[in-house]
């Protein structure tokens, strides 16, 4: 497998090139909304551009979508609640991407439609989880959905890594067990009452232990 992790504009976001070498093909994930570095990764490599994923449909994760498939014929992979794509997948769907294959966890909170893909042991988190932080959330049941979509997440193997939608961690990547016993929001998924604390006041949090 080949993964690149790429800065691709906006709000310091981070898009990314899955690619079977052996096949020659590969599927961009959130590469907006400047996509021209996950492009030029395809053509230095010769990857055929056969996907844009899309871990939600925030602006910031899908301005380049049309520029892609207008260039490559790409085909635009969204959550089924997003209404909008060429292919609309749901927790548990696989993408198939030569011999690898693009597992979709749908994970809800900062947006309805968010998912994750799990490619064998790395995992694009978008605008769920970061490093060291999570996404935000405007309602208390957005908040308790978001809660139940990182608990999820923290069950799986310590060893994967977690590669988030935007460079707004200490770090550019981590991995599940770094999240679970460090992420100060991951740390409080046994109680929503202190999670929901910590949003509140994550300005004072971040003031207090001296935080970016």
């Known amino acids: 497998m080949y993964f690149k992790q790429l800065m691709c504009g906006g709000g310091k976001n981070f898009g990314y090139v899955v690619a079977d070498e052996k096949a020659n093909v590969c599927a961009f994930v959130d590469p907006s909304p400047d996509p021209l570095?996950?492009?030029?990764?395809?053509?230095?490599?010769?990857?055929?551009?056969?996907?844009?994923?899309?871990?939600?449909?925030?602006?910031?994760?899908?301005?380049?979508?049309?520029?892609?498939?207008?260039?490559?014929?790409?085909?635009?992979?969204?959550?089924?609640?997003?209404?909008?794509?060429?292919?609309?997948?749901?927790?548990?769907?696989?993408?198939?991407?030569?011999?690898?294959?693009?597992?979709?966890?749908?994970?809800?909170?900062h947006t309805d439609d968010s998912i994750c893909i799990l490619v064998e042991d790395h995992l694009v988190t978008g605008d769920t989880l970061f490093v060291g932080r999570i996404g935000g959330t405007y309602t208390d049941s957005d908040a308790r959905t978001e809660f139940?979509?990182?608990?999820?997440?923290?069950?799986?193997?310590?060893?994967?890594?977690?590669?988030?939608?935007?460079?707004?961690?200490?770090?550019?990547?981590?991995?599940i067990k770094e999240e679970r016993e460090t992420n100060p929001f991951c740390t409080r998924l046994n109680d929503f009452k202190k999670f929901c604390d910590l949003k509140e006041n994550w300005l004072e949090y971040k003031r207090v232990h001296g935080l970016p």
Not at 92 to 101: A, K, M, R, S, Y
Not at 164 to 171: I, R, S, T
């Open 148 to 175: 139940e979509s990182l608990k999820r997440l923290m069950k799986l193997d310590d060893f994967i890594s977690v590669w988030p939608g935007h460079n707004y961690g200490l770090k550019e990547n981590s991995t």
């Open 37 to 109: 570095p996950a492009i030029n990764e395809a053509e230095k490599n010769n990857f055929k551009i056969e996907y844009v994923i899309n871990t939600h449909t925030h602006f910031d994760h899908t301005g380049g979508n049309s520029h892609v498939k207008r260039i490559s014929g790409a085909k635009i992979v969204s959550h089924r609640s997003a209404f909008k794509g060429d292919i609309m997948v749901d927790d548990g769907d696989v993408i198939p991407l030569g011999e690898l294959q693009l597992k979709v966890i749908h994970t809800p909170g």
